[in-house]
């Protein structure tokens, strides 16, 4: 499978604890997006990576979220101190900058957090 | 898996029929569209996608028209199948790849055999 990969798919914890999903994108892809989505919702941005650079934080992303993409291929999102709001699907998805084929900007399947 | 969008517009059409689904888009800025299908527990899948300086564009099945004066896109799927049956999004985004996107609200296509 070369598709956009997450890790893990379903997360429960705890109000307070820290947690980590990790993402691993198209390897030839050098753009990595991370989202939110909320049931009844489109996906909403957080963050962007172009190689091990991010490039931009939605005001969404809270001081208690950190993004990272310390070599430029798999990304991690951790949450800090987890609050019930923070509960929804984070999806990861990649693409090329150069133009290219349009079905380039893949999503992968999405972590499912749920804070009890 | 659970649904997605339990609050979103529901078309519901009989099997063989065409289906029309619309968006409204907010950015007139925005010169790249894309819609995904999204099924329950799983991330966004692509679809079909257009640019602003094209009104109409067609793959296999569905066509995507793209009207700028009043923002606005449409998917249309021929022959609709049960396995179209899922939540619909049409994103935006300014340069044409490698942006980020801005998702609309979603419909959700239910296919009645």
């Known amino acids: 499978d070369t598709g956009v990969s997450q890790d893990p798919r379903h997360k429960i914890t705890k109000r307070g604890q820290n947690v980590t999903f990790r993402c691993d994108p198209i390897s030839e892809h050098n753009r990595l997006y991370w989202y939110r989505q909320t049931l009844g919702q489109g996906p909403e941005f957080l963050t962007y990576f172009q190689n091990e650079a991010q490039l931009e934080k939605s005001r969404l992303l809270s001081d208690r979220f950190s993004a990272e993409r310390p070599k430029g291929s798999f990304s991690t999102l951790e949450i800090q101190r987890t609050e019930q709001g923070d509960s929804a699907m984070y999806l990861c998805a990649s693409s090329l900058t150069r133009g290219g084929q349009g079905d380039g900007y893949t999503f992968g399947s999405g972590t499912r957090l749920t804070v009890v | 898996g659970e649904s997605v969008g339990l609050h979103l517009p529901t078309l519901s059409v009989q099997e063989g029929d065409n289906s029309i689904i619309n968006c409204a888009y907010s950015?007139?800025?925005?010169?790249?569209f894309i819609w995904y299908k999204q099924e329950s527990g799983k991330g966004p899948q692509f679809i079909i996608d257009i640019r602003s300086n094209m009104d109409k564009r067609q793959g296999q099945r569905v066509t995507v028209l793209l009207n700028k004066t009043v923002k606005h896109l449409s998917l249309q799927i021929a022959a609709t199948q049960p396995g179209d049956s899922a939540v619909y999004f049409c994103a935006e985004t300014r340069k044409w790849y490698g942006n980020k996107l801005v998702f609309g609200a979603g419909t959700i296509l239910r296919v009645k055999s």
């Open positions: 950015n007139s800025a925005s010169d790249y």
